[in-house]
């Protein structure tokens, strides 16, 4: 339980204690319950659109009101490193310079540019799906992306020596990928082979942006890993958009 309340804790907003020290560790032993955690990030998403749904919301309103309720529970830990990855991948440097941009907590043109497409494709698919798929995509994707997080962390370098990144890379075991896969799989066909078939054609494209992330850096960092994410988010409700 311990470490899957620090999975939830770091994943999403929600706090249940008040640690102040961590310990590399404690991040290592939380890998294996990413599913859990996207499956309760797709539950309160997913139940937010079914009520505003519910409440015959505006569709484009709809789709602007589901960003907020994502940035309510998870905050923005996974934007800012998909904008620091494209400020820093983007910024047509060598790979020492582009880490160090990376680690720039000022906003450049890509990040902005990035961002805006990031949001406006995420509201797009939002409101060319049917209500009631939408929730159960939404529910499929987060388990999906979250998953998809342990590959990275397991079978990707990481370049850096510190970071968040190496603290969940450092200590994890390779069974962590068989646990959450399994978990991911478990969940993914309760809800149905077409679910399924998304998150496999989503893993295959986003597998492709990490061997390229992976190339222009020497490894994947801790905000390569929020970038894929958002792009496996991307990806995943494109792809449901067309074949749900």
Request: aromatic residues 14%; glycine residues 10%; neutral net charge.
């Amino acid at each position: 339980m311990y470490n899957l309340i620090t999975c939830l804790e770091f994943l999403t907003r929600i706090r249940f204690t008040r640690r102040t020290e961590w310990h590399d560790d404690d991040f290592s032993r939380s890998v294996p319950y990413f599913p859990i955690i996207g499956l309760l990030i797709g539950f309160f998403v997913g139940g937010v659109n079914y009520g505003l749904a519910y409440l015959d919301t505006p569709l484009f309103l709809r789709g602007v009101l589901l960003i907020l309720a994502e940035l309510l529970i998870i905050g923005g830990l996974m934007y800012d490193g998909y904008m620091d990855t494209c400020d820093g991948v983007f910024s047509a440097r060598d790979r020492a310079r582009m880490l160090e941009i990376m680690k720039d907590s000022n906003v450049g043109a890509n990040a902005a540019i990035g961002v805006v497409c990031l949001v406006l494709l995420k509201v797009a698919a939002y409101v060319s799906m049917d209500p009631v798929k939408l929730s159960w995509a939404l529910l499929a994707m987060y388990i999906s992306t979250r998953t998809f997080m342990v590959n990275y962390i397991i079978n990707f370098k990481y370049p850096r020596k510190t970071g968040i990144g190496i603290m969940f890379k450092q200590y994890a075991k390779p069974s962590y990928l068989y646990i959450a896969f399994g978990l991911c799989l478990a969940m993914l066909a309760y809800l149905g082979l077409p679910y399924l078939y998304v998150a496999a054609a989503t893993f295959v494209i986003c597998l492709g942006i990490a061997h390229f992330l992976s190339s222009q850096l020497g490894g994947l960092t801790g905000d390569t890993y929020g970038c894929l994410t958002e792009c496996g988010h991307v990806v995943f409700m494109v792809l449901a958009v067309y074949m749900l």
